[in-house]
């Protein structure tokens, strides 16, 4: 088991390098990625895509070790965690978001949905990783 955690943390650590990775190219180079998918020269999309893939790029970094926690949790037969995270991903947290971050935002809500969903399944698995690997009380029946 102490080898299966080690193998999870430097997946951690490599997630997170991706994910800042990822995190500084859009930031730097939000109007150059944009471009690509404007072949159209839409200034409109141009401007609102510039302005909101920095924000959307936030989400890497967590979105990394999001998939490796649901993987990890999975592979340690922890199906109901790992399908929380998975659906929480997914859509549980990522629809709610929506909804109220464009309320509350506009559409700088909209490209924040995802960080915020992102962020928000990541401190639940925090939280249930105590008792994920919480071991059985001596005479507890289990």
Known sequence: MRHVKQIFHY???????????FL????????????????ENNLEMERLASQGLPLYFLAFPMMGVNILASSYLA????????????????????IPAVLLLSRLFGITG???????????????????????????QKGSGA
């Open 75 to 94: 592979s340690l037969s922890k199906g109901g965690p790992a399908f929380v995270l998975s659906v929480l991903r997914g859509a549980a947290a990522v």
């Open 11 to 21: 997946g951690v650590i490599t997630a997170v390098a991706f994910g800042l990775l």
């Open 110 to 136: 909209v490209w924040l949905a995802v960080p915020c969903a992102e962020a928000l399944t990541f401190l639940v698995f925090l939280a249930m990783l105590p008792f994920c690997f919480r071991r059985p």
């Open 24 to 39: 500084g190219i859009g930031w730097f180079f939000s109007q150059p990625i944009v471009g690509i998918f404007n072949q």
